[in-house]
């Protein structure tokens, strides 16, 4: 079974951090791309961060770069996000998704953690 299960989610006020995993199962993980999307309501989706298979030069949209910092554990299976200095703005379900293989399509997908800032 697929499993990209999304954690570290929460509450936290601004100008705080937290660190989110998303922990893969049931597939192909060190081999692909794998990044961080968010959603807020009312707003399309973004994409946050993205990590290739080898872990350099990671991509960051241009609203958190210099805060937030994607990395992988291709042992684990596992993504992280750490995000610092949050804003209100920030304010998010995050979503992990795995590359394709093919462009820059992602099929696989998590079911997301809340991150909420207050201000």
């Known amino acids: 079974e697929v499993q990209l299960v999304e954690s570290g989610g929460g509450l936290v006020q601004a100008g705080g951090s937290l660190s989110l995993s998303c922990a893969v199962s049931?597939?192909?993980?060190?081999?692909?791309?794998i990044a961080w999307f968010r959603q807020a309501p009312g707003k399309e989706r973004e994409g946050v961060s993205c990590?290739?298979?080898?872990?350099?030069?990671?991509y960051y949209g241009d609203s958190v770069k210099g805060r937030f910092a994607i990395s992988r554990d291709n042992a684990k299976n596992t993504l992280y996000l750490q995000m610092n200095s949050l804003k209100p703005e920030d304010t998010a379900v995050y979503y992990c998704?795995?590359?394709?293989?093919?462009?820059?399509?992602?099929?696989?997908w998590g079911q997301g953690t809340q991150v909420a800032v207050s201000s």
């Open positions: 990590i290739t298979s080898s872990g350099i030069s990671p």
């Open positions: 998704a795995r590359a394709s293989g093919l462009g820059s399509s992602y099929n696989y």
């Open positions: 049931g597939l192909r993980f060190r081999d692909y791309a």
